[in-house]
């Protein structure tokens, strides 16, 4: 599509610092962008490429606004979230997926296929499943006996959901992920792991996106749960019983124990690891690569290992890094006091 | 099926301590347990649900015998043993797989599968390979030439089992699992890689169980090895020419480097790291996140980065968090001193 | 095949130091090789085994040519480059697959099959896409409307390339790896997350070879590039608009975030993390577990968290080791200094 910039302004808000009859036929980043495109500044790293960007107009936060760049602005206040808006707007169609069941496909004629769902080829539909209207089943994704998918959800290729799941309206699951694994649960008897039956079931509600090659348990009894509106990343660990909060960021090769319990509105940034049977409270944050043992309490920052207050860990690791010096200065203090002691 | 609690305790053992009369229909956790269930408290935090549970009975352990509880006890030695061997009596049976090879499977003419094997939709079955009686491959799951698995397995959909693999009895491979796939192994030839031939193969032994999106390689030459009764959680990664002992448990996210040994009952946690060509000896337990550098004896509890002994790393830790204070006390300590100097 | 040891020698060259007329008829490790058998020794902790192993013959590098051995020696300046060629002469050939699409294959009329390309069963080909000669796409795996995949490829089982994928000659995927998946990118809005559209591509070049169950995000706009001759492990996670060198090595488990960009040759050793919007430049080798929070000069060897020189990170290592003794020393310094202050 073709739009003005003042068309643009229009559908995403904004105020167009420039001229607005310019027009734009697509998005790109700010350092590939050609003239007719539209970018964003969002990062301030990428701030010195707004004087040289060849895009004819940069989607902009209200910092930006008296800056001085060849191409036109529109001032956001959300410069991102508008950007997303402008992307869907721009954002080549995905190549259509015709509704229907593919003849390869094997679907037990007991499952129910609502209107209009896409079911591609090699896809297994279990006895008594349920896929909502508008859904999208793509190739070779398995969807085991009982299984309910709802409306408008988009399973990528080679998704497993076993019998254990029931997903909400509108969720999205990426390529690889499994979803309703046995859980990790074995009891020991004497130098042998006994297997704990895992029968329970994992819920995922309204909203969810699941990243590629996710992995999330089945409770042993009962559900593991994923809030509405919660994002996972891809290579995510969800261990048997976690209890996911709406809104949640995930972000990529996180792992959670058992029973943990994550609050509305979290970020785990990525690789942190999560202990069992502890809860971390809404809107808590937690850096990269912690390692968190303890509940976090809700809306504290926590990093490191183990995870604790942020600012607090920022200073350990800062004295961390002078350690050599102290050792110095410890050595120092020593050889004036042995001296101090001689002189005595 | 229900059962009474005196039936309960005849066929997992344990003393009733209250009525043994009382009728069980389902088991559940101990905070959503409702009349008619049975639940069970092993973790010491969730000791505080015992006075409230809605449970009509519960398995605890011999601490927790003289609680008070409105619910009906069954006092065993191995609380959550006997839970495991209830839920079995329990636990709604899966949905049936009968039997039979489905049409749209493509299996070799030269493959055997043996009695009762039940093959899925969608799966492939290399020229000669071999599935022993009673076993299972779910949808979708690949078996390469000539693999073998044995009798009693449970092959998850999803699955990819290369030419290499070789399985024994009662193994459960989960969904997204990739068995045999190429070893990391490059030389270097001036700034190119060379890729070295993996033509070893991998043995998973009896009563192995391996989680979701697990990767096990193959051998450069020789074999990867899995011994019995050993159990991986989910994305695990397992190098090629890695020697796993029997009744071992390997914990989410887990990565071991290629040529390392873990010994019989060795404990790795989660997301913990392993370098290669090191042995980990029998019984050793490695703390989650830890990154093993060293060979660790048999029986060491290890911890930290680099790993060692658990009691020393603690130690190192809880001196870590003291810094700040270590800083200032070394500072007062500098300040005494030069006004010691001034003074003399 | 048999070779003699001459015969070896002249197509992998180095110097024998022995007998060669020797016939070698296989390759095993130094441990488990027998009579007959050629093995090598590159890794100095095997050294050990080179006086007892019941290999024919051994494939050293020039510091072990006068050791003393019942194996006859080839002695090579590259002995783990000799010995995967060697590999490559001995290795028993895959089962070999024949040419042909697989009756069971869903491949779209619009889609172009290069001359001898090998697709197996329950592959599904898109729309519009491209398979170069001699490729070879295994059961099960997907390739989406409008993929490219070049000449001499391999791609195994259960594998998904989704639509925004192109791949260059001789790639190699793994079984149960994506590329292509959406980048995590989300716009907040209020407390929602507003998705934002994926809509770049995934370039993989020449000769890369991707393990199995890693996961390549394809762009927000533009493209995530792996470069010529890199190789990559399994279960690695790489974010949307990462761009790659050639001829890199990224072990298993690392995380790579959005917009980073990898220069050529660089190393990341398992499990490493990397923040986003940074640049990792040529040749710079990442320790395992590190967390990369900044950008590391071309040619720097860096470990720890946040990732650093790695020299400096060693030496503040061995100081945190030290911290239980330092903190004995700081108490006795405080005793002595009291014990001044009341005899000053």
Known sequence: VDLTLRDLAERVGGEIVGDGSVVLSGVSGIREARAGQLTFLANPKYER?????AATAV??????????SRAQLLVCENAYGAF???????????????????????VSPSARIGEGVAVGPHVTVGAGASVGEGTRIDAGTFLGPGV????????????TLTAACTLG????????????????????????????????????????EIGANVCVDRATV????????????????????????????????????????IGDGVVLAGQVGVA???????????????????P???????????????????????CVQQLPALFRRVRRLEQALSRTDKEA
């Open 276 to 294: 069992g049977h502890i809860e971390i409270g809404d809107g808590a944050v937690v850096g990269a690569q912690s390692g968190v043992t303890r």
């Open 222 to 261: 009962g559900a593991t749960r994923i809030g509405r509106g919660t994002k996972i990343d891809n290579l995510v660990q969800i261990g048997h019983n976690v209890v996911i909060g709406e809104d949640a960021i995930i972000v990529a090769q996180v792992g959670i124990s058992g029973s943990t319990r």
């Open 49 to 53: 490429y707004l004087s040289s960007t």
């Open 59 to 68: 989607i902009v936060s209200p910092s930006y606004r008296s800056v001085s």
């Open 148 to 159: 309910t998918v709802g409306r408008g959800c988009t399973i990528r290729p080679n998704v």
């Open 169 to 208: 309206d509108r969720v999205i699951v990426h390529s690889g992920s499994v979803i309703g694994s046995d859980g990790f649960g074995f009891a020991r008897e004497g130098c042998f792991h006994l297997k704990v039956p895992q029968i329970g079931t994992v819920v995922v509600e309204d909203d969810v």
């Open 84 to 106: 997303a808006k402008a992307m869907a707007l721009f954002a080549p169609p995905e190549p259509p997926v015709e509704p229907g069941v593919d003849p390869s496909a094997v």
């Open 296 to 318: 976090v309490p809700a809306g504290l920052k926590v990093s490191g290992y183990p995870a604790q207050n942020h600012a607090v860990s920022k200073r350990i690791l800062a």
